[in-house]
């Protein structure tokens, strides 16, 4: 086992290297079926990105997402629109094949999250390994700890405060909106109900802008969607933060980080692309560090939307 021990929130170690002597080639292994699943549908890349987040912020990094069942996270309407599982069950089964029973879901997934930000042009990190599987998924915990995209920036950093994270590591966290979509569910309230009053536009939203999304979605339909960084929506680059700075981000949650001062400097500071790929790196290390499971909790489950 690896000598760079990191101490995890509960106290518990982490590893880089931790497959070194019983899984060494794990990280090849979940990187293959994983760049298979992109080159068929690329969407599959925001889709495990966006895991990483609704994994971490509920019950820590423990594979609950991944979960089937009637009352879990997974079936949350929040987490409805969430995609990309059969890129993990790809990756896992691989894993399996060749080291069963050693490697958690909440690895692989971790592993998977780093890969999709390189296929999609974004950064490199090392990724500590270790995680075990959590055996509880509640659907209930979602909306405690998921954000909906109508927060102010108040809201936000209390959420994320709580979870460890300061304004600058939050302001870079919610880069990885440089790719995927929301859907019209997300940003309806700006262009045809705002403040309650349904002629209403948001009045932040440039007017070309917010015609361009009216015309996309022009009435309540669930099966429309908008990328959420509209220039070049499948790179993962600093476009996100230039587009918030003119005025056009999709998510009013997106759009408050800036105008207001805690998180202002660093939007203008993630256009800069050195620094947004160092702090975006780090940033991930410490979400994948997020109340994990170690050593004799959980368990390493076979298939990760089944408990064993
Ligand atoms: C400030 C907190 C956040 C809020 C309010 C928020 C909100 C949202 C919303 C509303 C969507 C669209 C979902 C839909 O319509 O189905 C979305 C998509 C996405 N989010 Fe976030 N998010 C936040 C933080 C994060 C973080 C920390 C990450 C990852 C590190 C992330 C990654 C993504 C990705 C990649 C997508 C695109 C998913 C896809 O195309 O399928 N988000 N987010």
Redesign the pocket.
Known sequence: MSTIPVNTEDGADLHYDFFEHNCPEVENIVCNPIYESYLKNS?IA??V??M??HDC?VRGCDASLLLEGPDSEKSHPIN?????FEAIDAAKEEVEKACPGVVSCADVLQFAVRDVVILTGGCDWRVLAGRRDGLVSNSTEVPKN????D?KVSD?LQ??QKKGFNAAQ?VT??G??T?????W??FDVRIHNFSGDQSKVDPSLPPLFASILKKKCPSANLTK?VN?EVITPRRFDTQYYKNLIHKIGL?T??MSMVADSHTQEQVYMNTNWQKFSSNFADA?VD?SKLDVLTVQSGEIRLKCRFVN
């Open positions: 969407t925001p889709g990105l966006r990483a987040y912020f409805a629109p969430m995609h990309g998921i954000l909906a995209p927060k936000l959420a994320f939050m966290l919610t990885a909106h790719i995927g979509r929301a859907s569910f997300a969607w959420l998510l949650s997106d991930m979400l």
